[in-house]
């Protein structure tokens, strides 16, 4: 686990290469604390650098760069291999010795044997690396099939160079940052930056399960993407070849996967705990590694004195049932103000997943004693375990009912009442709802339920349910939209469950939910593996019918009866809540002058980058407690803190796009006033 950046020139650097790459990893220390190294070919102009997490194989034979044992490849890399030592044992056969017992030294094993996409296929892990094949003459990218681990890849004229982060890049020489206005409005959408894009024009995330090869020609670098692993392939495939068999041998598979992928990243030379909130996912990652261990396996969680945003109870339940060492941490509003100022630095470009706090506490407390963690994410988006997957389908079914006439009419009447009348409202009888209901109705979810009753086709529905900003390009100054390639543009409403969980696999999962984790466990040193996103186990899930995820209104069938072997159903058993702040309160209190610096109408109009009318619309609106437009705020609070990380950090964006030309002199002054370093 460590962090990776570098470059290919064709050119003459304005400073010396080995400066360079020291600085680009100086850069993200924090992913690598524990020593670095560096590669520097003058002949062809390749420059590897990486920053060490030492995790398997502590001795100096783990180090990289590391070379192949031909001399063909050079490679670094973050993230782990966790079935390396099975892949080991293959390749000993056929006439490969190794020096230590490091993954890196067994994946460059394998390139030499099977090529690097023969190789990459073979590979059970999180990994994000780049390898100079001295041969070739290629730089050759990867990143894993759900992109837990992250790859930056800027092009140049006469350059390329790659890192683990975008702060890395901007130690290129000669490297210039330009803001990309589409970028900017998915991301007030999706409170993300979906892949391939990034906050910047000149800039692209590698998309989970690709590789990409990078060539010069003429001294100009060319660059070709390939897929290794699709899951919308994988998805369809599997629809022609369900799994045969009775309920209970589909369980008992099921269950062995679970514990092998539970086993394979409980593999470490270094202290391992999990996180455990007491949900389904991961009381059931803790249960199969306490199953797996001779010793209390550590957990940790956090807490909040608003008992509607309160997990730690239900954690506290699940670990005495299961007898771990459990630690617990509740966390303050004044928790939440110290690590808010970090936020745009941590992230890196601009994320507005608020509960990037609580992980990042949690993070904070489990790196105090362990330096890897395991986590529960990826169940949700593989066994359907959102709200909006039992819900959205009949919810839509249930729509068709009324002419869209009708629903537009009665989409206007809920506006018109105040959340809060909502809320007083629903409360008599929110004891009574279903589960589901209770956390998808009351208050100012009601005016969200409004706008989608607005929307006419299935794919405007799913897309409506997982908007933040339900029109960006109003807010974003010389914003457009551009379409994601993943969204589909019609859905089949009887496979509309299945088609948003893949639509979340291929976008939310990637770009909040990974990004998340990564950034915040990264900032500490903390390493985070995931062993319900073992590929192996969504393999097996596209080949089960609906019913072992979704059933009878109940998500996450299958999980839950595996869970129910190891702990009791009545401990686990609750509405589902995400792993949230109460960010509406705090904005009106201990985070408010935090807020109201950023969200000022001069410094809106200063930045250029949004129409300050609406939000300050918003602002008043949430001051005034008539709407909770935290989470919209919050998108924009974000984005300007980073824009302040810029400024600090003296990072000149060159912005060629004023939004108007009565802020354009104004808005260039403030740029060229940013010196150009880190």
């Known amino acids: 686990m460590c962090g990776i950046a570098g470059f ?3 050119h003459a650097l304005t400073e010396a290469p080995e400066r360079v790459l020291r600085n680009m990893t100086t850069a993200i220390t924090y992913r690598g604390p524990d020593g670095d190294g560096f590669y520097w070919d003058d002949a062809s102009g390749v420059g590897l ?18 070379i192949s044992a031909s001399g063909r490849f050079v490679m670094v890399f973050n993230g782990e291999i966790y079935n390396f030592e099975r892949l080991r044992a293959d390749l000993s056969p056929l006439g490969h010795s190794f020096r230590g017992h490091s993954d890196t030294e067994v994946m460059l094993a394998a390139f030499e044997e099977w090529g690097v996409v023969g190789a990459v296929e073979k590979f059970v892990g999180m990994f994000a690396f780049a390898v100079w094949d001295r041969m070739e003459r290629a730089l050759i990218f990867a990143r894993d099939r759900f992109g837990k681990k992250p790859l930056y890849i800027h092009v140049g004229d006469h350059l390329v160079g790659f890192a683990s982060e975008l702060k890395a890049l901007y130690c290129l020489p000669e490297f210039k940052p330009r803001i990309d206005r589409q970028s900017l409005t998915l991301y007030l959408r999706h409170n993300y930056v979906p892949s391939p894009r990034s906050i910047y024009e000149n800039v692209v995330k590698l998309v989970p399960g690709s590789l990409a090869t990078v060539r010069f020609d003429m001294g100009k670098p060319s660059i070709q993407y390939r897929t290794f692993w699709d899951a919308r392939a994988v998805r369809d495939s599997s629809r022609a070849a369900p799994f045969v068999g009775s309920e209970r041998e589909i369980l008992d598979r099921l269950d062995e996967l679970l514990r092998d992928a539970v086993a394979l990243r409980m593999i470490a030379d270094v202290p391992l705990g999990a996180f455990l909130s007491g949900g389904i996912d991961s009381s059931l990652v803790v249960a199969l590694m306490q199953a797996q261990s001779a010793r209390p396996v550590k957990t940790f969680c956090v807490g909040f004195a608003e008992s509607e945003y309160n997990e730690a109870p239900f954690a506290s339940a699940v670990a005495r049932h299961l007898g771990t060492d459990h630690s617990e941490t509740m966390l303050t509003p004044r928790d939440a103000l110290d690590r808010v100022p970090r936020l745009a630095s941590i992230f890196d470009e601009p994320f507005a997943d608020s509960s990037q706090v609580p992980t990042l506490m949690v993070s904070e407390v489990a790196r105090r004693e362990v330096t890897v963690a395991l986590s529960g994410d990826g169940g949700d988006e593989i066994f359907c375990g959102y709200n909006r997957y039992s819900l959205g389908r009949d919810m839509w079914r249930r729509f068709q009912i009324l002419p869209f006439p009708l629903r537009r009419v009665l989409a206007a009447a809920i506006k018109n009442v105040s959340p809060r009348v ?30 989608v009753l607005e929307i006419e086709s299935p794919s405007a529905f799913y897309q409506r349910l997982v908007s933040h900003f339900t029109n960006p390009t109003d807010v974003v100054r010389g914003g457009s939209e551009p379409l994601l390639r993943e969204f589909p543009s019609h859905l089949d409403l009887r496979s509309f469950t299945e088609e948003m969980m893949l639509v979340d696999v291929l976008t939310y999962l990637p770009d909040d939910i990974l990004t998340k984790v990564d950034r915040a466990s990264m900032s500490v040193s903390l390493e985070t593996r995931a062993p319900l996103l073992d590929h192996r186990l969504f393999e097996f899930a596209s080949h089960l019918p609906m019913q072992y995820k979704l059933r009878a209104g109940t998500t996450k069938w299958a999980l839950r009866q595996i869970l129910y072997r190891y702990v009791p159903s009545e401990l686990v058993e609750r509405p589902k809540t995400g792993f949230g702040i109460p960010i509406d309160s705090w904005l009106r209190g201990p985070l408010r002058s935090w807020a109201e610096n950023l969200l000022s109408e001069s410094r809106l109009n200063d930045d250029g980058y949004f129409e300050s009318a609406p939000i300050l619309k918003l602002w008043m609106e949430h001051l005034s407690g008539r709407h909770n437009w935290a989470y919209l705020l919050w998108n924009i609070l974000i984005f300007q803190s980073w824009l302040d990380e810029q400024k600090r950090c003296q990072i000149q964006i060159y912005d060629r796009k004023p939004a108007t030309p009565a802020l354009g002199r104004k808005q260039l002054s403030v740029a060229s006033a940013r010196r150009e370093s880190w």
């Open 8 to 10: 290919w020139t064709s």
């Open 49 to 66: 650098g990486h920053r060490r997490l030492a995790v398997v194989d502590l001795s100096e034979d783990g180090r990289q760069p590391m």
């Open 422 to 451: 909502w809320d007083a409202a629903f409360k008599p009888v929110r004891g009574i709802l279903p589960a589901a209901l209770r956390v998808s109705i009351p208050g100012d979810r009601m005016h969200k339920f409004a706008s």
